[in-house]
């Protein structure tokens, strides 16, 4: 009989290109996903080589990072218009489809990645950008690189890479009532630390995993480089299958059921070994509130912020801690919040609106919180609007954007002033992520949502039946 | 790239962990479309205060530590954003070596990309060297090709480096031009898909 092997091994041998002793292999990429910020000096080294790209056919660029979510007739930094304009030029010179500003197909190369339907299993899949582990949710290789090895892929479309070690991240039980797979992540990460996954490409496994729906394992997959790893997969199911069917870029009728056999047999063989394995319990979760600077620095929202004497690393938490304008032992639903953002990679999918807009509906913003919602794309955009998400939230006082980073890197003119404090949907709230001196909470969307109302954050699990809690602040 | 073999230089210490690449280079600073020109912005927002004057009290700031060319700090130095702007900014800025318990993948990657020599060492090590430092007084010589870092005037140390890292630092290849030859296992894999 042969071995059993994870899905890591299986996609790994199937790209490897050429192999030599000590050496790292170069592999196959099927998926190259570009956009405007980790791009230029890619294209402008080819050029400097007289190089072409070898596989534009595999290659799909988009602009997300730097976009207005507003006004976008006039794009007022002349300095990101010239960065977008310079990934208009290289898809036009070396032959890449680009989902433009105004294109229907516009929108975070990682929601439009599986949305299109361009993910798939078993594929290697890369960009210039860390959270491409986001399309590991489908039982892809994927990962993120640097500008260089943008440059590599574009005129070689391959990559060396070290075979990495296994690690599996088992999620036994299941997740309790308005605990989320966003609550589920920030755990394992707040739990095991922000770098044990270096080294490792992490395979989610277990039973609250499986049940788990495609947008949901994204967001997990999402922020498996929070903890180290340059990538996170979840072997693919029928759950995969379902959600691929019928999209633009898989193959239709009867080539569907063949590449879903295929895909179907990616998954890790029953009793495949790997170099590590950590266990979570699901039902232990709660909803997370991180306090922090980094995404490890979490508390569940009943918790407080920790104990400087106890820390392992006090001046570390110490310099987070006055960061953050945050006391030790400082319950989490004390602290305020003056901006919310719904948004982003991690949290920015349909299925993120529905849940948020169920909690602020028929509710107002707090006074003096500024809140927005940023779709993924312009295709979740148009369906959020069809169910009349987009009414919900601006009932009660949000802000309704274009599909984009936004808020969550600040990039374009989405910025919390310094000082602000925001309970956000993204992934990382490291300093100045979301602005200068600002200050980054990092929650579900459904936390994110309540905090908009109250104005400082509630546990979701209590929340819907109350009328409102802020008489107490 | 620049090959690099045997490096000379001042180093400085950043005792913190989770140095991330927004720290090293901030978002505002990625809108450039060139290589170059990224180490006025290194650390910006730990280096220099909202009004752009420098904070005197950060590391790169202070007299003793500068022209330093080699960085110590804390565990997952580099960790967050595949930004390879970080390590154009550190190189730039005159950064040759940077020497941590640990290192980011993405980053650890950018940086040997870019000739820059990321060197893992034991965290007891690197705390010792940091209290010398921060007098401004470590001078290190780095030794590529033996694996060996002298402090001047003290103790030698081996290091480990992967030997094909270490091959393409020393000559300062280009990995594009060294995949290129391999067109034709790249044509086969291509035909037999
Ligand atoms: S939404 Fe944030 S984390 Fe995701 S790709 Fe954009 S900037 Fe990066």
């Known amino acids: ?473 | 790239m620049e090959a690099i073999q045997v490096h000379q230089g001042k180093a400085i210490a950043m005792d913190r962990s989770n140095i991330d690449t927004d720290q090293i280079i901030p978002k505002q600073f990625l809108k450039r479309i060139e290589r170059t020109g990224f180490g006025q912005f290194l650390f910006y927002h730990w280096r220099f205060d909202d009004d752009g004057k420098e904070r005197p009290e950060f590391e790169l700031n202070k007299q003793e530590n500068k022209g330093a060319s080699i960085l110590l700090a804390g565990e997952n130095f580099g960790c967050g954003s595949s930004r390879e702007h970080a390590p154009w900014a550190l190189l730039d800025y005159g950064f040759r070596v940077i020497i941590a318990p640990s290192f980011a993948d993405i980053f650890y990657n950018n940086a040997l990309k870019n000739g820059i020599v990321p060197i893992k060492m034991d965290e007891t090590v690197i705390k010792k060297w940091m209290a010398v430092a921060e007098q401004g007084k470590l001078e290190l010589v780095v030794d590529l090709p033996e694996q060996e870092i002298t402090v001047i005037g003290g103790e030698k140390i081996h290091f480990d480096i992967p030997a094909y890292h270490k091959e393409k630092l020393i000559n300062g290849w280009d990995d594009i031009a060294l995949t290129l030859q391999l067109e034709d296992d790249i044509a086969a894999y291509e035909a037999a898909k």
């Open chain 1, 1 to 473: 009989m042969e071995k059993a092997k994870t899905i890591i091994d299986k996609i790994w041998e199937k790209h490897v290109v050429h192999r030599e002793e000590n050496k790292p292999d170069l592999l196959y990429i099927d998926l190259h996903l570009v956009h405007e910020v980790t791009s230029p000096q890619a294209f402008e080294g080819l050029r400097l080589n007289n190089r072409k790209v070898r596989r534009p056919d595999l290659t799909f660029a988009t602009v997300d990072h730097n976009v207005p979510t507003k006004n976008r007739d006039v794009i007022k930094d002349a300095v990101s218009k010239k960065q977008m304009e310079a990934l208009k030029t290289n898809c036009r010179d070396f032959g890449i489809t680009l989902a433009d500003m105004f294109h229907p197909n516009q929108g975070i190369v990682h929601v439009i990645g599986p949305e299109l339907g361009l993910t798939q299993p078993g594929k290697t899949i890369v960009c210039g950008d860390s959270h491409t582990s986001t399309h590991g949710a489908f039982g892809a290789l994927a990962f993120g690189i640097g500008t260089s090895e943008v440059e590599h892929v574009l005129a070689t479309q391959t990559l060396w890479q070290e075979r990495p070690k296994t690690l599996n991240v088992k999620v036994e039980g299941d997740l309790g009532p308005g605990v989320t797979a966003k609550d589920l992540i920030l755990a394992i990460i707040s739990k095991f630390g922000v770098k044990f996954g270096t080294g490792y490409v992490m395979e989610y496994t277990g039973k609250a995993i499986r049940s788990l729906t495609m947008e949901e394992r994204m967001t997990v997959c999402n922020m498996s480089i929070e903890a180290g790893a340059r990538a996170g997969l979840i072997s693919p199911d029928q759950t995969t299958v379902d959600y691929l069917k019928g999209r633009a870029n898989v193959p239709q009728a009867d080539a569907f059921e063949k590449a879903a056999k295929s895909w179907l047999a990616l998954a890790t063989d029953e009793g495949a070994a790997y170099d590590k394995t950590v266990t979570i319990h699901a039902d232990e979760v709660e909803p997370q509130v991180s306090w922090g600077t980094n995404p490890g620095m979490c508390a569940p929202i009943n918790g407080s912020t920790p104990t400087i004497a106890d820390s392992d690393h006090p001046e570390d938490l110490q310099r987070a801690l006055a960061y953050m304008d945050l006391q030790e032992n400082q319950p989490i639903t004390s602290i305020p919040i003056d901006h919310v953002f719904i948004g982003s990679c991690t949290n920015s999918r349909l299925s993120d609106l529905r849940k948020a807009s169920q909690i602020v509906v028929g509710k107002k913003v707090k006074e003096g919180v500024r809140a927005i919602v940023v779709p993924g794309s312009f295709g979740v955009k148009m369906q959020a609007e069809k169910e009349g998400i987009d009414t919900i939230f601006k009932d009660a006082g949000f802000e309704w954007r274009e599909a984009g980073c936004s808020m969550c890197l600040a990039m374009n003119d989405d910025v919390v002033p310094p000082g602000g404090r925001c309970a956000s949907t993204s992934n990382r709230n490291f300093e100045g992520r979301q602005g200068n001196g600002a200050r980054t909470h990092l929650v579900s969307p459904e936390m994110a949502a309540a905090a908009a109302i109250e104005g400082h954050f509630v546990d979701v699990r209590t929340y819907a039946n109350h009328q409102s809690t802020s008489a107490a602040f």
